[in-house]
């Protein structure tokens, strides 16, 4: 009788927990989960020589007003043109535990035989990279992002989609690629 109850309660719990809708989280080389946050734009300062693993994940560092023009990060030390094509654009940063940065440039879409047919799909992502994580990366038997500047202690690298939303063919992610600078 016990061993029936005790099974019993087992599975009232986990039925219970089935109910409960869990989502993925990215990890990182360590196995712990990255934060990924998405606040107003601000623009702390940076020391030149500041360590990437100390920037907080919670502080988004554009000057973006969702529209086209020169994109400046001051916190990771870039910029890049954005043509008329990026308008309406977003941007969403992210930094793990092993102090690897993500910037995801975000479009909103409504092709309707892409992903839900509304909202926003990231159509490119910058990485800003500390030396020695963008050696372990190298490392790993995966696909790489490519590079897209090494300064010897930080390295800056991109990825985009494959294949984007039809009403978003037209964006311009190589002209945006093609003119990135690492700043002071």
Not at 14 to 35: D, F, H, K, M, Y
Not at 93 to 105: D, L
Not at 108 to 136: C, F
């Amino acid at each position: 009788m016990n061993k029936i109850l005790l099974a019993s309660a087992v599975t009232l719990l986990l039925a219970a927990g089935c109910n409960q809708s869990v989502a993925p989280q990215a990890t990182s080389r360590q196995g712990q989960p990255t934060e990924q946050t998405q606040t107003e734009p601000t623009n702390p300062p940076m020391a030149q020589n500041q360590n990437l693993s100390n920037i907080p994940a919670n502080i988004n560092p554009s000057n973006n007003d969702a529209a086209a023009g020169k994109y400046v990060n001051n916190m990771y030390h870039f910029q890049m043109d954005l043509d008329s094509s990026w308008k309406g654009y977003k941007v969403v940063t992210s930094t793990n535990n092993v102090g690897v940065a993500t910037v995801e440039f975000k479009m909103p879409y409504k092709d309707a035989h892409y992903g839900n047919g509304s909202g926003l799909v990231t159509a490119l992502y910058i990485m800003v990279y500390p030396q020695r994580e963008w050696t372990y990366e190298l490392s790993q038997d995966v696909p790489h992002p490519q590079i897209l500047k090494d300064t010897g202690t930080t390295v800056y690298a991109y990825s985009t989609w494959q294949a984007g939303p039809n009403d978003l063919l037209s964006l311009n992610i190589q002209g945006a690629i093609k003119s990135f600078e690492v700043i002071k």
